[in-house]
């Protein structure tokens, strides 16, 4: 029983070819219907684009990769328009910017789910600034991104930080994967609370661990190919896994 005292969701095992399937499925959705898909994914690029902008104009290009990385910790909860998008193709039901942001504002609890997303990102930010300071120096300062990766890189200072940074981030990133997969596309499928979808969504990754990390480091490695291009690959990128994420999780959730 979920905490508002009803059923809580059923969760369904699922394999790689759902994966699979349901990436042709995203596809398909993008297709069908692309200007809400690019309008959604260059709104994230923008974002991405705007943030190594205000670095460069406050002098911390050297933050660009940490600050890129947990960037794109919040893409679930752009991708949230994409899953209605999806939702309402399926069921038939018409398509619109108004309809989407209509829906998306009558589930309060999305709102909480928001808050999730961006505290994980807090986090990712203090804890790259912590190990800075722990590793690199309380003053550590650098005039160019490319002075920053040649310390990154030819110091054990720096490779330390590395590695740490990149570990501490992966685990960041799968907890908030394995809290969020099914919880922001469930939340606007019903009427549940945010806990019972954050719960329901970790039972999904227990369930089928292999399979739902291999979603994971899918998502990941096409986040990072996309993002390369001045996170102009993202415009596309984004909208492909957004509606196979919302296919992914008719899979996972069996329907009332």
């Known amino acids: 029983?979920?905490?508002?005292?009803?059923?809580?969701?059923?969760?369904?095992?699922?394999?790689?070819?759902?994966?699979?399937?349901?990436?042709?499925?995203?596809?398909?959705?993008?297709?069908?219907?692309?200007?809400?898909?690019?309008?959604?994914?260059?709104?994230?690029?923008?974002?991405?684009?705007?943030?190594?902008?205000?670095?460069?104009?406050?002098?911390?290009?050297?933050?660009?990769?940490?600050?890129?990385?947990?960037?794109?910790?919040?893409?679930?909860?752009?991708a949230i328009g994409l899953y209605e998008v999806s939702r309402r193709r399926e069921t038939g039901q018409p398509v619109s910017f108004g309809a989407i942001w209509s829906a998306i504002r009558s589930r309060s609890e999305i709102g909480w789910m928001a808050f999730v997303a961006l505290f994980f990102f807090v986090a990712w930010m203090y804890q790259v600034w912590l190990l800075i300071s722990l590793l690199l120096g309380p003053h550590a300062s650098f005039s160019s991104l490319q002075e920053f990766v040649t310390v990154v890189l030819t110091t054990s200072e720096g490779r330390l930080f590395l590695a740490i940074g990149n570990a501490v981030g992966a685990t960041l990133a799968l907890i908030l994967f394995s809290l969020t997969v099914v919880s922001f596309p469930l939340l606007l499928d019903r009427e549940v609370d945010f806990v019972t979808a954050m719960v329901t969504s970790v039972r999904a990754v227990v369930t089928s661990p292999l399979p739902m990390i291999g979603w994971a480091a899918v998502i990941v490695m096409l986040l990072i190919v996309s993002a390369l291009p001045y996170f102009l690959g993202l415009i596309v990128t984004l909208p492909v896994l957004g509606h196979a994420t919302w296919h992914l999780y008719r899979r996972i959730v069996a329907p009332v």
């Open 1 to 78: 029983m979920s905490i508002s005292g009803k059923i809580d969701p059923v969760v369904r095992p699922i394999a790689a070819t759902d994966i699979a399937e349901a990436l042709v499925e995203g596809l398909r959705d993008f297709q069908a219907l692309p200007i809400y898909g690019l309008a959604f994914g260059a709104l994230y690029a923008a974002g991405g684009i705007g943030i190594i902008l205000c670095l460069t104009a406050l002098g911390m290009a050297y933050l660009a990769y940490p600050l890129a990385a947990g960037f794109a910790l919040m893409g679930p909860f752009v």
